[in-house]
């Protein structure tokens, strides 16, 4: 695996146009230029308010060798591949770009640098399964009965196969698609990835495995080629990797062979670093694990009594050479500088995550639970070496990502997200807008540097994040109005949601 990036590709300065997306029949596959504002304004729901300039406390989140976002607008490409790829559990600091003091992320570091690094980004929930609903779909993980499950936990749920996906939708509009690695959106026989929308699956169903066996929570072998068992009894992390390396290669080998231009999709789905805490070599940890789930052990996967600082070093560390590994395989293929990639996590870090300075962890609505790393590389448009100070959250890349693409929405499936292919792009101003946030217990609702909070205790908190990412200093007694209007805009959300089944 090499670790030398080869200068970028000079990108042509020719100016792009904007207006509306043409049909996909109409798309030039070699001259995308022309990305629409139609999906996003569609999108941003007639919010015309400008959004603020980054707060002082935003900007000192910039590293020295990075600068503000600026756009490149005079450019033009081809549609993009897509590589999209979560980590799992992932803390909002676990990186060293993000200020980790203890782990070594070089490979997302480097990504970071030719890229954007996005300091105010946000997962669409608070647990795995609810966020993969909101980019799966594009909208508030409310909207479907599946996304109601905080996480999935058994297989009485599910995403429908007749809901629109990001996968569908994009295989419509030309693009193959593939997901490697966790699925977490329902179980066999009536959900799977291959029933929503992409073309081919390997990786697991359910929301954690042991690493080695694939076993699940209750003992269930959990890794599938499609719908069917696929036996390999090595470290979870290598196979995936090795899969995504080889579906790169394939996907540039198949385009070579049939002189096609057929961009693709692919979805890769770590499940690093989420807990059982078993690194690459751990095959003592791992007997004893899967010795306590077949003694019927109710949470013996969760691994309450195992893990530690180091161990979960050793796994983000392991994650960002696999991530390494697959980016050196998009720079051979010769599909780097065509390439969208995205990296990010699924929600806030569990018990060993570094997440300062925010408070609150996975499965809270507090800035720890839902703010994640979030880079974003496309060297045909993007400038590297910039940083984003600008609130966006996970249904946002999935309305981006259709219209890069040339993929129109379904009517009958409202996005909930807004495009910011017009920002990055193009130079325009994103609008202000809220984000929305809901889960048992919680609610959340983020306008501008403003949070409206309310915890289990039932009481109503009002944070300046931009400020106070921590959420230590209570505003509400101090602006009673600003807190009614924000209140009021979550529960008017709330109330066209589908509400949560009693417990």
Not at 94 to 121: E, K, N
Request: with cysteine; net charge negative.
């Amino acid at each position: 695996m090499s670790s030398v990036d080869p200068a970028r590709p000079s990108t042509p300065d020719i100016s792009d146009t904007s207006g509306t997306v043409a049909q996909t029949s109409a798309i030039s596959r070699r001259a995308f230029g022309g990305l629409a504002g139609g999906v996003g304004a569609a999108a941003v729901g007639g919010l015309a308010t400008v959004a603020s300039a980054p707060s002082a406390a935003a900007a000192e989140a910039a590293r020295p060798d990075e600068r503000a976002f600026r756009a490149a607008p005079g450019r033009r490409s081809r549609r993009p591949n897509i590589l999209f790829i979560l980590g799992d559990d992932l803390g909002w600091a676990d990186l060293s770009s993000y200020g980790s003091p203890d782990i070594r992320t070089p490979h997302l570091d480097r990504l970071a640098r030719q890229g954007v690094r996005f300091t105010q980004s946000y997962a669409g929930s608070a647990t795995c399964s609810p966020t993969r609903f909101s980019l799966y779909t594009g909208r508030y993980p409310g909207r479907t009965e599946g996304g109601l499950a905080e996480p999935i936990a058994d297989r009485s749920a599910g995403l429908a196969p007749d809901h629109p996906t990001l996968a569908s939708l994009l295989r419509a509009a030309g693009y193959a698609t593939a997901l490697i690695g966790k699925w977490h959106c329902g179980y066999l026989p009536d959900h799977s990835p291959t029933k929503s929308g992409w073309d081919t699956f390997f990786g697991n169903f359910g929301g954690a495995l042991e690493y080695y066996s694939k076993l699940g929570p209750a003992g269930e072998y959990d890794l599938y080629e499609g719908d069917a068992e696929y036996k390999d009894l090595r470290y979870y992390t290598r196979i995936i990797t090795e899969r995504a390396v080889d579906h790169i290669a394939g996907r540039a080998t198949e385009a070579a062979g049939h002189r096609t231009d057929r961009p693709w999709l692919l979805n890769l789905n770590f499940t690093t670093p989420h807990w059982p805490w078993i690194a690459d070599g751990d095959t003592e940890e791992s007997a004893e694990i899967v010795r306590r789930i077949k003694a019927g052990e109710d949470r013996a996967l969760f691994h309450d009594d195992g893990g530690s600082l180091t161990k979960y070093r050793e796994m983000v560390e392991d994650l960002d050479r696999s991530v390494g590994e697959v980016l050196a395989a998009l720079r051979r293929s010769g599909q780097e500088e065509d390439t969208l990639v995205f990296f990010a996590s699924d929600n806030g870090g569990e018990r060993w995550s570094y997440n300062w300075p925010l408070s609150g962890n996975k499965s809270s609505l507090q800035e720890g639970g839902i703010r994640v790393p979030t880079i974003v590389r496309w060297p045909a448009r993007l400038d590297g070496g910039q940083v984003s100070h600008e609130p966006v959250f996970t249904p946002d890349w999935t309305a981006t990502l259709l219209e890069i693409a040339g993929a129109r929405p379904d009517r009958a499936y409202p996005l909930d997200g807004t495009s910011l292919a017009g920002y990055l792009l193009r130079g325009q101003r994103l609008a202000e807008r809220d984000l929305f946030w809901r889960v048992r217990g919680e609610r959340a609702l983020r306008r501008g540097d403003w949070k409206y909070y309310r915890g289990k205790d039932g009481r109503d908190r009002l944070f300046d994040v931009a400020n106070d990412p921590r959420e230590q200093a209570d505003r509400a007694a101090d602006h009673k109005q600003l807190l009614g209007r924000l209140r009021a805009a979550w529960e008017t959300v709330d109330g066209t949601l589908l509400a949560y089944p009693e417990e």
